[in-house]
Each structure stands twice: as C-alpha cells, then as structure tokens.
T-cell receptor, first 111, second 113 residues
Framework: KQEVTQIPAALSVPEGENLVLNCSFT??????LQWFRQDPGKGLTSLLL?????REQTSGRLNASLDKSSGRSTLYIAASQPGDSATYLC??????????FGKGTMLLVSP | NAGVTQTPKFQVLKTGQSMTLQCAQD?????MYWYRQDPGMGLRLIYY???????DKGEVPNGYNVSRLNKREFSLRLESAAPSQTSVYFC????????????FGPGTRLTVT
C-alpha cells in the first residue's frame, strides 16, 4: 500500500525566505505526483503536476522536483510572501484510479 | 466554466438520518472521485468513477453509496449517518487524456450528531 509522508508538518518563516517542502512515498511505481495548496476552510487548488517521466515542473515562484527511484519530491518556493501561507499537500497518482495524499505541511509566512 | 461544484456547503444530520451529497462538473471530465478529509488523517478516497456507468470502491467505502448519474454528476449517499462520518467531503474530477490531473470542488462540511 502506498504511503506518503510530508516533512515538516508545520513551518514558519519570515517573508522573503526561500523554502523547501518535502514529500516521500514508499512505492516508486507511480503515474504522476501532484502538489496542492489548501487554504483554511477551502478546497484544494492544484499547483503543479509532474508526470512520472519528468524530473521537475515550474510555475512562477514554485518549482517541484521528482526523484522516482528514491521516492522523493520537493516543492521549492522562492521569495516567500504572506499570501503563500496555507497547507501544502503532496499526492501520488496511480493513473485514473486514485491519489494517495500526504497529511500536508502547514506553512506560515510572517510579514 | 464553474468547474467542480458541490452542494450543500454545510449540513448537520442526526445519527441514522440519510442524505445525498451532490457533485457536478462542467469540464467534460471523464473520471470523478469522492474523498473525505479528517484532521490527522489526510484525504482518503471513498469511491471513484473512471467513466460514466462505472464506479469502484476506494480506501474507505463502508457506509457510503455512489451514483454516476451521467457524465457531469456523481453523487455520494449516506444511508444511515453515524458520528464517525463527520468530515469534510471533497469531489474531484480528471479530464480526458493521460495527465490524470485532479481538480477539486470546494467541499461539503458534514456534522453528524
């Protein structure tokens, strides 16, 4: 059974810092990996999707990498802003059938 | 496009009552999913529908039934609600093609007393 772990569970940084969120998974036979953002009381917003054949994806200040063989992904946020404060979820996909989620990293960026 | 919509946004039920959570998407997506999110547990898949006319169990299907009414709509029914079903329920869908990127609705917050 696939298990997804996110470290750290919570992170507090001052505005302007670059930061890295970590995600690890136990079964490397994945189809894709998706990073989401969730604001309190809201739904999930997809940030980046990495297919299993890709090594990284970038969107603005966000960069996600994937190392399938070691079962790891990182989400890099450059020049963090208070508006980045949210919970970030990593989810590993096995095709159409399912996403397995980590429990998330709660990020607080203070002004 | 409204994307993925869910109704209701909030609901309070008494133990033993039944209800149906509605989900619809207007993006011509093929696959649809129901998840529940609980503190400390993360999101867990309840049921999914790979295409119109098919449904399959996920990780936590007990106590739930689903109906894929048509390509747009995928409903989740609680026949006899229990306090353990207090949770936030999310519906998601994926477009045709091979990316399988999932798009989520805003959620339904359900409390069973």
């Amino acid at each position: 059974k696939q298990e997804v772990t996110q470290i750290p569970a919570a992170l507090s940084v001052p505005e302007g810092e670059n930061l890295v969120l970590n995600c690890s998974f136990t079964d490397s036979a994945i189809y894709n990996l998706q990073w989401f953002r969730q604001d309190p009381g809201k739904g999930l917003t997809s940030l980046l999707l990495i297919q299993s054949s890709q090594r990284e994806q970038t969107s603005g200040r966000l960069n996600a990498s994937l190392d399938k063989s070691s079962g790891r992904s990182t989400l890099y946020i450059a020049a963090s802003q208070p508006g980045d404060s949210a919970t970030y979820l990593c989810a590993v996909g096995a095709g159409y059938s399912t996403l397995t989620f980590g429990k998330g990293t709660m990020l607080l960026v203070s002004p | 496009n409204a994307g993925v919509t869910q109704t209701p946004k909030f609901q309070v039920l008494k133990t033993g009552q039944s209800m149906t959570l509605q989900c619809a998407q207007d993006m011509n997506h093929n696959s649809m999913y129901w998840y529940r999110q609980d503190p400390g547990m993360g999101l867990r898949l309840i049921y999914y529908s790979a295409s119109e006319g098919t449904t399959d169990k996920g990780e936590v299907p007990n106590g739930y039934n689903v109906s894929r009414l048509n390509k747009r709509e995928f409903s989740l029914r609680l026949e006899s609600a229990a306090p353990s079903q207090t949770s936030v329920y999310f519906c998601a869908s994926t477009p045709p093609g091979s990316s399988y990127e999932q798009y989520f609705g805003p959620g339904t917050r359900l409390t069973v007393t």
